[in-house]
Every structure is written in structure tokens, then in C-alpha cells.
């Protein structure tokens, strides 16, 4: 999940970001994504619409794989 999540980000905001998954009980991951405050906006999108239909995405592969995933954004400090 952690490679589709990277790819989607990258067409959309270019590299200046990291993912860190993370795996816990109960089939759930979490996915940390930190980036460059300058392109935190575009993950996000308005009103959250691109980072919704990225967990949406992200949710089809989860179910695939009978696990759950949640997807934070943050900036680079």
C-alpha cells in the first residue's frame, strides 16, 4: 500500500515527502505522510478532497487485503 500511496503522491505534489507506514493490531495501518509545508496543501487539497479520495483509493486496496488504513498529513518541521 505504502508503494500506491507514493505513487499517487508523487503525480501530485512532486518528492518532497516521506511515508512512514505503520502496521497495528487488528489489520489496521496507519499511513504518516511528511512533506514540505510548501506542498502539504496540494495532499490535502480543498476542503480535504484530495487527501478523502486518496484514503478512498487506498481503502479499495485495504479491503484486498482485508485490513483498514488511515492516512495523516503533516508537515516537515
Do not use: C, H, W, Y
Amino acid at each position: 500500500m505504502k508503494e500506491l500511496l507514493e505513487f499517487l503522491i508523487k503525480n501530485i505534489a512532486g518528492e518532497d515527502f516521506e511515508i512512514k507506514e505503520e502496521e497495528l493490531e487488528g489489520g489496521r495501518v496507519n499511513m504518516n505522510v511528511t512533506a514540505d509545508p510548501a506542498i502539504v496543501g496540494l495532499i490535502i487539497g480543498k476542503m480535504g478532497k484530495t487527501v478523502k479520495a486518496l484514503r478512498k483509493i487506498l481503502s479499495v486496496k485495504a479491503v484486498g487485503e482485508q485490513k483498514s488504513v488511515n492516512i495523516a498529513v503533516s508537515e516537515r518541521t
